[in-house]
């Protein structure tokens, strides 16, 4: 297997964006991308997109965004993992490239949600889960979290308060982010005092309906400094497992192991452990999600998730840093787009172009990008060289 | 949402709770199984669900997806009947102040939803609390 | 002998009062409950309806008979509130009881006699011999229109009855029809409330049905009011079955155990049945029961039934069903049975 590098990345700002297409969005993320990276052609292209059928009724987009973008006839192809479809999208890039079989290749993922009113996008996003015993009764993804989150509470004492600061922390990175969708601070209180959505959650612990996409070049490591002389950051490590799609088949509700398994075999690919990490980049699609993600990933013990992010452990300036970018909750959740969003993200710090929010001298990091209620998990491992 | 074949073929789970298990590893599968996913048996005998058990975890949805308008909020939870099997149901019938995890529940019959106004009726179970 | 092997009830848990009703529109509550001799009635949820309910009282009869479904041949509910126009209720309980595919299946409709004619129907299927066990089933979720006089009263509950040979907990001895064509209350396709006749719903309706159809009976059996220990008329309100009763020579003491309406409401094609089961639930072996229904149209059932010594093993296998109308209530306010009944009219 050769190695890769990621040497391009491109993102617009994140949003309700009506007055552009799936194809619009989707060719200026790409030409950044391209434009970043230095590379005056692709060999193939892997796009991440849950539900484009649903958004906007349009499925086939992988040669609709070939042609769109001027690449046709390269190989492209759309993948899909639910809302891990973006971190899937990197990682068949990253095997195509690693195993020789192409050399430069264009990673992204794409949602398009505000086409649709918002019980549609609840069906579309409902897809995700088990349609004939677990939507059949009424259940939404806020649902499906929040009864994680009542097991999390009840098992370990996990606190409605400790919840809300996952939010206050990812608004407070986003707020320094302006690429995203929701760049303002909010308070514990607000987010206590926020719309119910299914006890114990609430509107603030949800991320976001948001249209945007995220794109990536990918290379071997060897040609990585024929473009540019951006420093290079090398994909250490990929891991992908899955888990039963409906919760209520799983043995422990609030113990994501797929993340763990995706988790795991990520850092054995890449030799390293979870202390190794400068920074994470995690699905917190509900406050709740950020905290059984931790706990997979083997930052913190079973059960220590809460209290380790109201220590302030996670903050950009503590000793695990998760979510510098805002995570979904700030930034927004085009749900194909964030995996490689999270990558834009690690890429930045990695760079030491992060800004504001930039974690010291930033060496290493992961992203990790689930679907479903836990069904998907795909997770990398990035270091600079 | 769903259509005619779609609901008729789950019939047989949602009015009287039909799953088969596998012998070797004792475990029942609800729904029913092709092939058991721990040993690879594919003998698996026919079985029927507990109609009783306990709440591991509920939720209340309020802002439900369009089928379930009229019904919100309702909550739900997934149940551990007492033959081990998990299953997701409504949990109606309780004052939201006295759910928690551990009540004990039983499952009746009712209607989850309609399909609009000239749709089929789609019926199934659903947990009220077992006193 | 064939007779009832097993019952069932189910009524739901929600209530409205006569004065929640009457306030709305403005009228006096005190008059209704004392005219009417009704102080509540039930009201189902958005997720109950003749076929769930009749699902639930089915599930506790089988719980009684103690058999296995399978050997059901029939399975009849009789009720005014069918959920489809067209499509049975009878199969969806079929195959929640596990009684398909070799079992005979229709839907009754008789406005508020049509569970004691899936009954009747189901008994005589076992008589012949041509099915092993029947089970009938009286069940509604009735509307009476907002302000009538009938909103008061429309309630919703379901009786359920199998039927068979071996093992009877009440032989049925006799039974008995009379009919006529009388118009006294109907409901026209594509409407949603039923309309009535006001008075003439009383003296040539229920009254000479109920009083024909119990004469007849009494008098083809050689039997009269005081041979029985209870006697259950068709309730819509809370006096006529009490006035029928003193028309035939009945006492008070014999209506009473299966007179429920007061707290129950009107349940219709569940009416009499309910009236049934709650007099089962305390009926001594030996008892003779006389079971009266109605159903506007105009007729009347009638069934003569002696109580067997299995009723004491079998009575407390199931709810008995004073105590699921006293259980578990809850009172809604008119707005929220408003929204239950869908008589809020709402965008698509």
New interface residues.
Partial sequence: MRDVAVIGIGMTKWGELWEKSLRDIYVETALMAIEDAGVDHIDSMYIGSMSSGIFVGQEHIASLLADYLGTSPVPSARVETACASGGLALRMGFMEVASGMNDIVLVSGIEKMTDVGG?KA??AL?TAADQ?????????F??LY??????HM?KYGTTRKQLAEVAVKNHRNGSKNPLAQFPFEVTVDAVLNS???????RILDCSPITDGAAAAIICPVDMAQKFRDHPVVKILGSGQATDSI????RND?SWLESTYRAGKGAYEMAGKKPSDMDLFEVHDCFTIAELCVMEALGMVEKGKSGEAVEKGRTAVNGDIPVNPSGGLKSKGHPVGATGIAQVLEIVKQLRGEAGERQVKDARTGLTQNMGGSGASTVVHIFERD | MTTPSRYWREIPQRYRGEANSCEKCKKKFFPPRLICPKCGNRDLAKAKIADKGKVLSFTIIRVPPSPFKDQAPYAVGIVELKDGVKIMGQIVECDFKDLKVGLPVKIEFRKMFKEGHSGILCYGYKFVPDS | MEGIVGYGAYIPRNRIKVEEIAKVWGADAPSYKKGLMLEEKSVPSPDQDTITMSVEASKNALKRAGIDPIDIGAVYIGSESHPYAVKPSGTVLAEALGATPEVHTADFEFACKAGTEGMFVALNLVKSGAVKYGLGVGADTSQGAPGDALEYSAAAGAAAFVFGKKNVVAEVLDTYAYMTDTPDFWRREYEYYPQHGGRFTGEPAYFKHVTGAARGLMKKAGMKPQDFSYVIFHQPNGKFPFKAGRKLGFSKPQIEPGWLVNKLGNTYSGSSPLGLTSTLDIAKPGDHILLISYGSGAGSDGFILKVTSRIEDVRNLAPLTRDILDQNKNYLEYGEYAKFREKIRKAD
């Fill in positions: 019980d609840t069906y409902g004939e015993y677990e939507c059949y009764h009424g259940v939404t806020p649902g929040a009864l994680m989150a009542v097991d009840n719309v119910q959505v299914a006890d114990p959650l409906a919760l209520s088949q509700i």
